[in-house]
């Protein structure tokens, strides 16, 4: 293994890790809001996401004013952005399938979009695209789960597993 894929390793078991718990926090999170709150609460964390969206460039500057940095990370917010969409999708699937005790469909939908599936494309999108893609994977992640949401919608018709 060359010294590259060693670096991208190291970077990469640290940040499944925190992907993995901030995807954790989010199930939760949009379980307990959504539940306790209501549906308003989980719009108004939609609304604050679309200004810092727009308004990304000056948020990203009040943390460092470095042009090239500012650059990366407006970029990324982007994509990120994007990717929020289908995980949004994604959340509300996992919270359906658990209120309806179908509990099965949801933890294969949170272990796959959490663990396996976010640590493969994190690891392969660069790999396959180059590193300026690495952005690029949370939304391929976000895709993939989604479809792995229809097949499971499609073949698998059990209730209350």
Known sequence: MNSRNRQILYYIFPSAGGLCVTYLYNIVDGIFVGRGVGALALAASVVIYV????????????????????????????????????????????????????TWKSNIIAVSRGIVVKAAAIFLVPMLFGETWVWASAAVAEVITLIIIFIIRIFWHTENV
């Open 51 to 102: 200004i810092l969206v727009v308004f990304r460039v000056p948020a990203i500057r009040l943390f460092n004013s470095e042009p090239e940095l500012v650059e990366m990370a407006s970029g990324a917010l982007t994509v990120f952005a994007v990717s929020f969409i289908f995980m949004s999708v994604n959340l509300i699937f996992t919270a359906y399938f658990y209120s309806t005790k179908q």
